[in-house]
């Protein structure tokens, strides 16, 4: 399923401010009953989640992949392909 970019860049932001409603209201709420407790759960992980989520990316973006890494199926050379490069090395 492709989600598009200006949408897949905002997840961790959402989850971020749904995380910091939900620490909010159970603050709000005092921490008397089971749902507060369950809000402030849900917000702590939602807001751990978020930030792992985008450490995450902001990593794998400042390491790409090597050059010289090995290629993918779907990035190798056809056999048509191999077979005209060798014609064209004879």
């Not at 399923?1 to 932001?13: D, G, V």
């Not at 978020?50 to 973006?61: F, I, M, N, P, T």
Request: no cysteine; aromatic share 12%.
């Amino acid at each position: 399923m492709h989600i598009p970019a200006k949408y897949y860049e905002r997840i961790p932001k959402f989850y971020f401010i749904v995380g910091l409603l939900l620490l909010g209201n159970s603050l709000y709420d005092g921490l008397n009953d089971t749902a507060a407790y369950a809000h402030f759960f849900f917000g702590a992980m939602s807001i751990i989640y978020a930030v792992s989520v985008q450490r995450a990316r902001l990593k794998h973006r400042e390491n790409p992949p090597a050059e010289d890494s090995q290629q993918s199926p779907s990035e190798a050379p056809s056999e048509s392909q191999a077979e005209s490069e060798i014609r064209d090395l004879t």
